[in-house]
């Protein structure tokens, strides 16, 4: 019925460059999930910074602080290919030129040519020269440092630094051989306040094949592959391993480029045929939005496969050596966002990385909720924190801690070598630097100091994941362990109040209000969580009486938190309306902010928590979501403005939940507009600094689109799910798409002028399909090449087979037209304009034109690092 050009629809989203990228992280990036780069120019010279997912200068026991000068990762090496003169100009036929359907990219000026890929299967970065000037001079392929061979970093406790933590020594050394260079990267750290050392390496190794070479050994900082002038093809390997030693791979030194592009590609375009979305609009809009879903799916493919996710802001694609601006912790909200897409993209190896990091930390966040929280049971994933985990404190300092966080001692009763324990990992460095004003509150409090409800936001996702792909082995060993532990977590914090219902005492509202009491985001996390843990349990067969106490919990939680109530109209902002729900009650900080903060957190329950989807059809609980949207701040101004808020992502992924099709490109606009700058090749900065490029936009985005065009949600956490076929879709946009449903459904499907055309399922599991009646009227069902019957009612139930395929359609003699989907080729840069209903205009570009403005991206580099050193040095 559909017949996709997945070349043509993919390559809409190509980076074009018709100039040299401002600064370097506006190139282009490739990677393979492991190893990655961003590819960039200075006139003579193509530039690579090789970085990996899998190597970390330091662990959770790092004995400096957040932020401090050792909080980095993932850098291996920088690589630079000179071509001898000044030709990677405007004015000598540039163009660079990334190929996303291929995940290649190339660089083109008058009489060279330069293309290049991260192998999809071997960590080695493969570069041709096509050199036909007619002078051709030396290829220099330089390997290069940007320290000294040996930097040692004396840790002291911040922000006095008079007493010394530890030591951490980054350093490195060279090897070369008859035609290749080995750079050698190791760092080590002592502590004096931990009985634990750390270790960490990486090497990357460079090789030049198809013409004689030499090497110059230059600095102490830098080795040179010199390969002879002539004209004709150069092909050039850069590897990677996160160890001391590396071996180029005897097939990748043995295959000619095209041999090993095509092994290269196979996989790129497997993926790239799992799912699609092919949008119009009459102002291109949809287009636009489309090609950054693609790029979505591309920068997560280039930096998620491998043994950890990508940090979410950076990725593969650092330019700065050492420069992090946020440092190499993890945050659930960012690195969430990047991963919301995949479910519906049927892109879950690319979650994999993201879940099996957290549940490698489990058993240390079991151990962090008994030390920190005093709970006897459960798991405490804090909202942001090392790659390894929580910090695992000995008794005395775990004891001083947990009085910290429940309001049993202040700051100033931390030990010097609790303080020093407590230096790096963010919840902890946080809580204890906390400056107590002596008016706010008694009580030490922090952003994400007493947030617990990151763990619920893992699990749910986990569950997504499991009912995509229907793998029960996965959720014993990963979604359920996940979800159990943080239910019990939050089973063992509750306290039962003296109207013999379940409350919360002296937890954040994510990071708007501080130590409230009953906080809607926990309610609601407790509401998401459980049900799915219990039916978890019951398919598993396991832990009967958990789930008996799982669900008396249930049966007795305290409920939301509403205006009209005097404790949450005591907490300053916390109230939008007396009949919707409202943030929480008040506890012991009131902050008394001059406007509202930068979340919108009364939509939780919607999203990502699912307490009230589209299915629920409960008036009440109907009347309160669509009245809170209509009233939550921040939204209304990034709608009003496009402005830039801080923390954006729940709202707009929760007015396409409650159906709100018609102000999707309004707030896909908008919110694109909010993420500034938009760098030429689809990241943005965002928050932090230039080498903090990011997807946290693009995830926003893309997931706000595919939930306008499909959903598949229950009425309440663990009941069955139904499908929605464009339930949040505007009726000028025309869209034809496949995604995946959660209960293993291959959905395709086409709306044209806000009529849904036809419906194909293909069921993977042979589960029982529910899906909403698209046409309000009987409608008929055909298995491919089987059988046709009528079905009738609003939401459709019928029996399928693994593997088997069937279509809906509105007349039983409607005869399905095919299509074939092959846009014309993308020729150069895209950009998108919208006006909003206030008359603000806003828009985005992808790639550079010939005259591209300048963004100013030098400076920003330099004022953020100025200010980072005055704040953190």
């Given at each position: 019925?559909?017949?996709i050009d997945y070349?043509?629809?993919v390559s809409?989203?190509d980076?074009i ?8 992280v506006?190139?282009?990036p490739?990677?393979n999930?492991r ?6 120019t200075?006139p ?13 200068a330091?662990?959770?026991y790092h004995a400096?602080?957040q ?6 990762a ?8 000179d ?11 540039f ?15 008058a009489?060279i ?9 071997d960590d080695?970065?493969?570069?041709q020269?096509d050199d036909?000037r007619p002078?051709?001079q030396p ?6 440092m940007?320290?000294p061979?040996?930097v040692e970093t004396?840790?002291?406790l911040w922000?006095?630094?008079?007493l010394?933590t530890g030591?951490?020594?980054?350093r490195?050394?060279f ?5 290749s260079i080995v750079?050698?990267?190791?760092f080590?750290e002592?502590?004096?306040?931990t009985?634990s050392?750390y270790h960490?390496?990486?090497a990357?190794?460079?090789?030049v ?5 030499t090497i ?7 080795r040179?592959l ?7 093809k150069a092909?050039f390997?850069?590897?990677s391993?996160a160890s001391e030693?590396?071996e180029?791979p ?8 095209d041999?090993?592009r095509?092994v290269?590609a196979?996989?790129?375009?497997d993926f790239w045929a799992?799912t ?7 102002d291109?809009v949809?287009?636009f939005?489309?090609?950054?879903r693609?790029l ?5 493919a280039s930096?998620?496969?491998g ?11 650092q330019t700065g050596?050492?420069v992090h601006h946020?440092?190499?912790q ?5 690195q969430?966002?990047a991963i919301y897409p995949a479910?519906?993209?049927?892109a879950m190896d690319?979650?994999?990385?993201y879940?099996n ?5 489990l058993p240390?966040c079991?151990?962090?909720?008994r030390?920190?929280w005093?709970v006897d049971g459960?798991?405490?994933?804090s ?5 390894d ?5 000995p008794r005395?300092s775990?004891?001083e801690?947990q009085?910290?966080l429940?309001?049993?001692?202040a700051?100033d009763?931390?030990s010097?070598?609790t303080r020093?324990r407590c230096?790096?990992?963010s919840q902890l460095?946080y809580?204890s630097n906390?400056?107590d ?16 409800s990151?763990a619920s936001?893992?699990a749910?996702?986990?569950w ?5 792909t229907?793998?029960t ?5 990963t979604?359920?362990p996940l979800l159990r532990?943080?239910?019990e977590?939050?089973?063992h914090f509750?306290?039962?109040g003296n ?6 005492h002296?937890t ?5 209000f ?8 926990d309610?609601a996390?407790i509401?998401?969580t459980?049900?799915?843990?219990i039916?978890a349990a019951?398919?598993l067969?396991?832990d ?5 106490q ?9 409920p939301h938190?509403m205006g009209h109530?005097?404790a949450?109209?005591?907490l300053?902002?916390?109230v939008?309306?007396d009949d ?9 900080v009131?902050?008394r ?6 979340e919108d957190?009364?939509l ?6 699912e307490n009230w989807t ?14 809170l ?10 709608m009003?403005t496009?402005g830039?808020?801080p923390s954006?992502?729940r709202?707009p992924?929760s ?9 999707l490109?309004a707030i896909l606009a ?9 760098l030429a ?7 932090t600094?230039?080498?903090?490029m ?6 926003l985005?893309?997931?706000?689109m595919?939930e306008?065009?499909?959903?598949s949600v229950?009425?309440?956490p663990?009941?069955?799910?139904i499908i929605s ?5 505007p009726?000028?946009?025309r ?8 209960g293993g ?5 086409a709306v044209r002028?806000?009529?849904?055309e036809?419906?194909?399922?293909e069921?993977?599991?042979?589960e029982a399909c529910?899906?909403r009646?698209?046409?309000?009227q009987p409608c008929?069902?055909?298995e491919v090449?089987?059988a046709t ?12 087979c693994?593997g ?5 359609q509105?007349?039983?003699d409607?005869?399905?037209v095919d299509?074939?989907?092959?846009p014309?080729?993308v020729?150069?840069p ?5 006006t909003?209903s206030s ?5 985005g570009s ?6 591209e403005p300048d963004k100013?991206l030098q400076?920003?580099?330099e004022?953020k690092a100025a200010?980072e050193?005055g704040?953190?040095g």
């Amino acid at each position: 019925m559909v017949d996709i050009d997945y070349r043509t629809l993919v390559s809409q989203a190509d980076l074009i460059y018709e100039s040299p990228a401002e600064w370097s992280v506006e190139g282009t990036p490739v990677g393979n999930g492991r190893m990655g780069t961003m590819v960039w120019t200075t006139p003579s010279a193509v530039h690579f910074q090789i970085n990996r997912c899998d190597l970390f200068a330091i662990d959770r026991y790092h004995a400096g602080h957040q932020y401090g000068a050792c909080d980095y990762a993932g850098a291996c090496a920088q690589v630079t290919l000179d071509v001898g003169e000044d030709v990677f100009h405007t004015g000598n036929g540039f163009r660079q030129h990334l190929s996303v359907y291929d995940a290649e990219v190339t660089v083109a000026a008058a009489d060279i040519y330069v293309r290049g890929f991260v192998h999809s299967a071997d960590d080695v970065m493969v570069l041709q020269v096509d050199d036909q000037r007619p002078d051709p001079q030396p290829l220099r392929l330089t390997v290069s440092m940007w320290r000294p061979p040996q930097v040692e970093t004396v840790l002291t406790l911040w922000p006095d630094k008079t007493l010394k933590t530890g030591t951490h020594v980054a350093r490195y050394t060279f090897e070369e051989g008859a035609h290749s260079i080995v750079l050698h990267q190791a760092f080590d750290e002592i502590r004096e306040f931990t009985d634990s050392s750390y270790h960490s390496a990486s090497a990357v190794a460079a090789t030049v094949t198809d013409r004689p070479v030499t090497i110059d050994t230059g600095d102490d900082r830098s080795r040179t592959l010199v390969a002879s002038a002539m004209n004709g093809k150069a092909t050039f390997h850069i590897a990677s391993a996160a160890s001391e030693t590396i071996e180029l791979p005897d097939a990748i030194a043995d295959s000619s480029y095209d041999a090993l592009r095509r092994v290269h590609a196979e996989w790129w375009h497997d993926f790239w045929a799992r799912t699609f979305i092919h949008l119009s609009s009459a102002d291109g809009v949809a287009e636009f939005m489309a090609h950054l879903r693609t790029l979505h799916l591309y920068y997560l493919a280039s930096s998620s496969r491998g043994a950890f996710p990508p940090n979410g802001i950076g990725l593969l694609f650092q330019t700065g050596g050492d420069v992090h601006h946020a440092g190499a912790q993890f945050w659930v909200w960012i690195q969430e966002m990047a991963i919301y897409p995949a479910f519906a993209a049927d892109a879950m190896d690319l979650v994999e990385p993201y879940f099996n990091m957290h549940i490698r930390q489990l058993p240390d966040c079991i151990e962090a909720a008994r030390q920190r929280w005093g709970v006897d049971g459960g798991a405490f994933f804090s909202e942001t924190t090392a790659f390894d985990g929580p910090v695992v404190l000995p008794r005395e300092s775990a004891q001083e801690v947990q009085d910290l966080l429940l309001g049993k001692a202040a700051v100033d009763s931390l030990s010097p070598e609790t303080r020093a324990r407590c230096a790096y990992e963010s919840q902890l460095f946080y809580m204890s630097n906390h400056k107590d004003d002596g008016e706010t509150s008694s009580r030490a409090f922090a952003p994400i100091g007493h947030v617990v409800s990151s763990a619920s936001e893992i699990a749910v996702a986990a569950w997504w994941c499991y009912r995509c792909t229907g793998d029960t082995a996965w959720l014993a060993e990963t979604a359920y362990p996940l979800l159990r532990e943080t239910t019990e977590f939050y089973r063992h914090f509750v306290v039962k109040g003296n109207d013999v219902r379940y409350h919360l005492h002296g937890t954040n509202v994510h990071e708007q209000f501080y130590l409230v009491k009953d906080s809607l985001v926990d309610l609601a996390a407790i509401r998401g969580t459980a049900p799915l843990a219990i039916r978890a349990a019951e398919i598993l067969g396991v832990d009967t009486k958990l789930r008996d106490q799982w669900r008396e919990l249930l049966d007795n939680l305290a409920p939301h938190p509403m205006g009209h109530e005097p404790a949450s109209q005591a907490l300053t902002l916390g109230v939008l309306a007396d009949d919707v729900w409202a943030a929480g009650h008040l506890g012991d900080v009131d902050l008394r902010p001059a406007g509202h903060g930068s979340e919108d957190v009364w939509l939780f329950p919607v999203f990502p928590f699912e307490n009230w989807t589209l299915e629920t059809r409960d008036p009440a609980e109907d009347r309160i979501v669509q009245r809170l949207i209509d009233l939550v701040p921040n939204h209304k101004f990034v709608m009003e403005t496009g402005g830039w808020r801080p923390s954006l992502i729940r709202t707009p992924i929760s007015c396409a939940r409650a159906g709100r099709g018609e102000e999707l490109p309004a707030i896909l606009a908008s919110h694109l507009a909010a993420y500034t700058p938009l760098l030429a090749n689809g990241l943005s900065l965002f928050e932090t600094g230039v080498q903090s490029m990011g997807i946290e936009h693009s995830g926003l985005l893309a997931t706000v689109m595919q939930e306008g065009l499909l959903q598949s949600v229950s009425p309440r956490p663990g009941e069955p799910e139904i499908i929605s076929v464009c339930p949040a879709w505007p009726k000028a946009w025309r869209a034809n798409f496949r995604l995946l449903a959660r209960g293993g459904f291959l959905v395709t499907a086409a709306v044209r002028d806000g009529e849904v055309e036809f419906v194909e399922l293909e069921s993977r599991l042979g589960e029982a399909c529910r899906i909403r009646n698209p046409w309000q009227q009987p409608c008929f069902l055909t298995e491919v090449d089987g059988a046709t019957r009528e079905l009738d009612g609003n939401v459709l139930r019928f029996a399928t087979c693994p593997g088997q395929s069937y279509r809906l359609q509105p007349q039983r003699d409607h005869e399905p037209v095919d299509r074939r989907i092959a846009p014309v080729k993308v020729a150069g840069p895209v950009s998108m304009s919208f006006t909003l209903s206030s008359g603000v205009t806003v828009g985005g570009s992808i790639g550079r034109r010939r005259d591209e403005p300048d963004k100013g991206l030098q400076a920003r580099e330099e004022q953020k690092a100025a200010h980072e050193y005055g704040r953190w040095g």
